[in-house]
Antibody, heavy 123, light 107 residues
Framework: EVQLVESGGGLVQPGGSLRLSCAASGFTFSSYSMNWVRQAPGKGLEWVSYISSSSSTIYYADSVKGRFTISRDNAKNSLYLQMNSLRAEDTAVYYC????????????????WGQGTLVTVSS | DIQMTQSPSTLSASVGDRVTITCRASQSISSWLAWYQQKPGKAPKLLIYKASSLESGVPSRFSGSGSGTEFTLTISSLQPDDFATYYC?????????FGQGTKLEIK
């Protein structure tokens, strides 16, 4: 059974940092590209970042570029999101999501999602 | 960036009704569109990918259609478990984007 379990969320002051983790199991993690998607309270879904299976290709949304860093450790079956210079508008539930198989040449849908971890940026 | 617009934002319907949700892209995305269902406090669940392909395990009352810039999600006969929020997602561009969501409420 595919499982994605996020951790590392919490309350942080504006300007602070936080590192999110996503532990994957039930599939060959090193074969799949992964993403982070967030959802502000009461709002819709926003794609945040993408990392290819080998970490050779990485993309960010404009809203987090230069502040967030995505990475992965295939030996540990883990995905990470380092978040620096956090702002109030980064407050959201952060989901890690696995890409599906029938993808375009540029991106993909997400067939498995974690349960999410809440990040609250507030003084 | 590609903008995705869903309509309506809220839809009231009854068990047994046939409902349709529309998603429009600001430019052509071919058939690179997915639909998700989300219930309060839960992660989104994939329903449809590549505009009309039903994800394994998803009931056949869900169907998707469209290509280019206009897409629809249809639920043929609403069940109590279907009341939720639905999102479309384009994955034509490397910067994937979602519609704002359609909340399906019980009438």
């Amino acid at each position: 059974e595919v499982q994605l379990v996020e951790s590392g969320g919490g309350l942080v002051q504006p300007g602070g940092s936080l590192r999110l983790s996503c532990a994957a199991s039930g599939f060959t993690f090193s074969s799949y590209s992964m993403n982070w998607v967030r959802q502000a309270p009461g709002k819709g879904l926003e794609w945040v970042s993408y990392i290819s299976s080998s970490s050779s290709t990485i993309y960010y949304a404009d809203s987090v570029k230069g502040r967030f860093t995505i990475s992965r450790d295939n030996a540990k079956n883990s995905l990470y999101l380092q978040m620096n210079s956090l702002r109030a508008e980064d407050t959201a539930v952060y989901y890690c999501a696995r890409e599906g198989i029938y993808c375009s040449s540029n991106a993909c849908y997400f067939d498995y999602w974690g349960q999410g971890t809440l990040v609250t940026v507030s003084s | 960036d590609i903008q995705m617009t869903q309509s309506p934002s809220t839809l009231s319907a009854s068990v047994g009704d046939r409902v349709t949700i529309t998603c429009r892209a600001s430019q052509s995305i071919s058939s690179w569109l997915a639909w998700y269902q989300q219930k309060p406090g839960k992660a989104p669940k994939l329903l449809i990918y590549k505009a009309s392909s039903l994800e394994s395990g998803v009931p056949s009352r869900f169907s998707g259609s469209g290509s280019g810039t206009e897409f629809t999600l249809t639920i043929s006969s609403l069940q109590p478990d279907d009341f939720a929020t639905y999102y479309c997602q384009q994955y034509n561009s490397y910067r994937s984007s979602f519609g704002q969501g359609t909340k399906l409420e019980i009438k």
